[in-house]
């Protein structure tokens, strides 16, 4: 099965900065999701890039991805001490079960006010 | 947008008792759920996929008869972590695609065997 790997797995920076995470997989993909995870809670969904899209913006989020290089990127610009949590890329297959989503480990991030 | 409940929150437990895990979709009907496992500070694990009116996919390496899942309607799903020992504390989320492949997720259940 695939497996997203992010980098790095913790980052720290001050309000106002912009912070970059980027995912690698290594199979096929339709999608690739972006989920937020603050600590002890459930997911919640930031964005969703297709196979076939190279960029995609949702506010002060920008994701980037690169079928050729199998990876992804998502950035935060402006960033908020209220964007202070673990972020994780999730990549669903090709075919029948494509629903299916493997995650990555994740990136930490904290935001200091 | 979509809601995903899941119940209880929080259980802590005895060595050999099972639990039952509900995950609910609030508004909007689910033939599929997916179950995952994570442990602190790590990522998400999928244990099965939940399928109505027929029996679960479950992951490699994941016990079928540990873990046991039913789908019976198009709104829930429950997980039943049969003779629970230590190791079997973790976090369990559930999660169901609605409007495409965008998945929503429930809260989680932390579980604590004792």
């Known amino acids: 099965s695939q497996q997203g790997e992010e980098d790095p797995q913790a980052l720290s920076i001050q309000e106002g900065e912009n912070a970059t995470m980027n995912c690698s997989y290594k199979?096929?993909?339709?999608?690739l999701q972006w989920y937020r995870q603050n600590s002890g809670r459930g997911l919640v969904h930031l964005i969703l890039?297709?196979?076939?899209?190279r960029e995609k913006h949702s506010g002060r989020l920008r994701v980037t991805l690169d079928t050729s290089k199998k990876s992804s990127s998502l950035l935060i610009t402006a960033s908020r001490a209220a964007d202070t949590a673990s972020y994780f890329c999730a990549t669903a297959g090709s075919g029948a079960g494509s629903y299916q989503l493997t995650f990555g480990k994740g990136t930490k991030l904290s935001v200091i006010p | 947008g979509a809601v995903v409940s899941q119940h209880p929150s929080r259980v802590i437990c005895k060595s050999g008792t099972s639990v039952k895990i509900e995950c609910r979709s609030l508004d909007f009907q689910a033939t599929t759920m997916f179950w995952y496992r994570q442990f602190p500070k790590k990522s998400l694990m999928l244990m099965a996929t939940s399928n109505e009116g027929s029996k679960a996919t479950y992951e490699q390496g994941v016990e079928k008869d540990k873990f046991l899942i039913n789908h019976a309607s198009l709104t829930l799903s429950t997980l039943t972590v049969t003779s629970a020992h230590p190791e079997d504390s973790s976090f369990y989320i559930c999660?169901?695609?609605?409007?495409?492949?965008?998945?929503?997720f429930g809260p989680g259940t932390r579980l604590t065997v004792l």
């Open positions: 199979t096929s993909i339709n999608n």
């Open positions: 999660s169901a695609p609605s409007g495409g492949f965008r998945q929503f």
């Open positions: 890039i297709r196979s076939n899209e």
